[in-house]
Protein backbone atom coordinates (compact mmCIF):
# COMPACT_ATOMS: atom_id res chain seq x y z
CA UNK A 1 0.00 0.00 0.00
CA UNK A 2 2.74 2.45 1.24
CA UNK A 3 4.63 1.44 -1.92
CA UNK A 4 1.92 2.15 -4.18
CA UNK A 5 1.42 5.36 -2.38
CA UNK A 6 4.85 6.70 -2.78
CA UNK A 7 5.02 5.54 -6.99
CA UNK A 8 1.77 7.29 -7.64
CA UNK A 9 3.45 10.43 -6.26
CA UNK A 10 6.88 10.31 -7.64
CA UNK A 11 6.81 11.84 -10.88
CA UNK A 12 9.15 13.73 -13.46
CA UNK A 13 7.17 16.15 -13.64
CA UNK A 14 9.69 18.41 -11.61
CA UNK A 15 13.04 17.44 -9.97
CA UNK A 16 13.42 19.48 -6.94
CA UNK A 17 16.73 17.09 -5.55
CA UNK A 18 19.00 19.99 -7.68
CA UNK A 19 19.99 23.21 -6.58
CA UNK A 20 17.65 25.04 -8.76
CA UNK A 21 14.65 23.84 -8.10
CA UNK A 22 15.47 24.03 -4.40
CA UNK A 23 16.64 27.95 -4.87
CA UNK A 24 12.83 28.64 -6.79
CA UNK A 25 11.00 26.91 -4.11
CA UNK A 26 12.15 29.00 -1.47
CA UNK A 27 12.12 32.40 -3.34
CA UNK A 28 8.80 31.49 -4.12
CA UNK A 29 7.73 30.63 -0.51
CA UNK A 30 9.69 33.63 0.86
CA UNK A 31 7.66 35.71 -1.84
CA UNK A 32 4.73 33.62 -0.38
CA UNK A 33 5.00 35.08 3.66
CA UNK A 34 5.82 38.58 2.25
CA UNK A 35 2.31 38.92 0.41
CA UNK A 36 0.29 37.08 2.90
CA UNK A 37 2.54 39.40 6.00
CA UNK A 38 1.55 42.58 3.71
CA UNK A 39 -1.95 41.43 3.40
CA UNK A 40 -2.76 41.33 6.82
CA UNK A 41 -0.82 44.34 7.51
CA UNK A 42 -3.76 45.83 5.25
CA UNK A 43 -1.99 46.28 1.88
CA UNK A 44 -4.64 46.23 -0.52
CA UNK A 45 -1.03 46.50 -3.57
CA UNK A 46 -0.49 42.78 -1.12
CA UNK A 47 -4.01 42.01 -2.43
CA UNK A 48 -3.94 42.92 -6.11
CA UNK A 49 -0.34 41.13 -6.73
CA UNK A 50 -1.65 38.08 -5.38
CA UNK A 51 -4.39 38.09 -7.46
CA UNK A 52 -2.65 38.85 -10.63
CA UNK A 53 -0.13 35.74 -9.88
CA UNK A 54 -3.36 33.45 -9.23
CA UNK A 55 -5.14 34.43 -12.23
CA UNK A 56 -1.57 33.61 -14.70
CA UNK A 57 -1.75 30.61 -12.31
CA UNK A 58 -5.05 29.30 -12.78
CA UNK A 59 -4.77 30.65 -16.54
CA UNK A 60 -1.86 27.86 -16.56
CA UNK A 61 -3.14 25.55 -15.07
CA UNK A 62 -5.77 25.27 -17.82
CA UNK A 63 -3.21 24.16 -20.04
CA UNK A 64 -1.55 22.00 -17.54
CA UNK A 65 -4.25 20.06 -15.99
CA UNK A 66 -4.15 17.61 -19.10
CA UNK A 67 -0.64 16.60 -18.58
CA UNK A 68 -0.40 16.51 -14.98
CA UNK A 69 -3.47 13.83 -15.02
CA UNK A 70 -1.83 11.99 -17.50
CA UNK A 71 1.41 11.77 -15.64
CA UNK A 72 -0.85 10.71 -12.20
CA UNK A 73 -4.38 10.86 -11.53
CA UNK A 74 -3.91 11.79 -7.61
CA UNK A 75 -1.29 15.01 -8.21
CA UNK A 76 -4.14 16.04 -10.82
CA UNK A 77 -6.65 16.19 -8.16
CA UNK A 78 -4.03 17.66 -6.03
CA UNK A 79 -3.72 20.16 -8.32
CA UNK A 80 -7.44 20.66 -9.10
CA UNK A 81 -7.85 21.05 -4.99
CA UNK A 82 -5.04 23.70 -5.13
CA UNK A 83 -6.91 25.71 -7.98
CA UNK A 84 -9.75 25.77 -6.02
CA UNK A 85 -8.37 26.66 -2.53
CA UNK A 86 -6.75 29.76 -4.67
CA UNK A 87 -9.93 30.77 -5.54
CA UNK A 88 -11.85 30.38 -2.55
CA UNK A 89 -8.79 32.65 -1.51
CA UNK A 90 -9.79 35.36 -3.36
CA UNK A 91 -12.73 35.54 -3.07
CA UNK A 92 -12.45 35.54 0.84
CA UNK A 93 -10.18 38.26 0.33
CA UNK A 94 -12.53 40.48 -2.12
CA UNK A 95 -15.25 40.36 -0.09
CA UNK A 96 -17.22 42.72 1.32
CA UNK A 97 -16.41 42.45 4.61
CA UNK A 98 -12.78 42.48 3.78
CA UNK A 99 -12.91 45.44 1.76
CA UNK A 100 -14.25 46.80 4.79
CA UNK A 101 -11.36 45.60 6.89
CA UNK A 102 -8.57 47.05 4.51
CA UNK A 103 -10.61 50.23 4.67
CA UNK A 104 -10.80 50.50 8.24
CA UNK A 105 -7.27 50.04 8.26
CA UNK A 106 -6.25 52.14 5.97
CA UNK A 107 -8.57 55.15 7.81
CA UNK A 108 -6.91 54.12 10.84
CA UNK A 109 -3.54 54.77 9.70
CA UNK A 110 -4.63 58.42 8.65
CA UNK A 111 -5.60 59.29 11.99
CA UNK A 112 -2.76 58.55 13.96
CA UNK A 113 -0.46 60.39 11.41
Keep these: MVSSLIGEFSTTLHNYSNLQGLVTTLITLGFLFVAIRQISLGRKWARTVLLILIV ?10 PMIFRTSL ?4 LFVLQS ?4 LALVFLYRKESNTWFNSLKNEVQITD
Excluded: D
Design 56 to 65: FGLLAALIFA
Design 74 to 77: ALGF
Design 84 to 87: ILEI
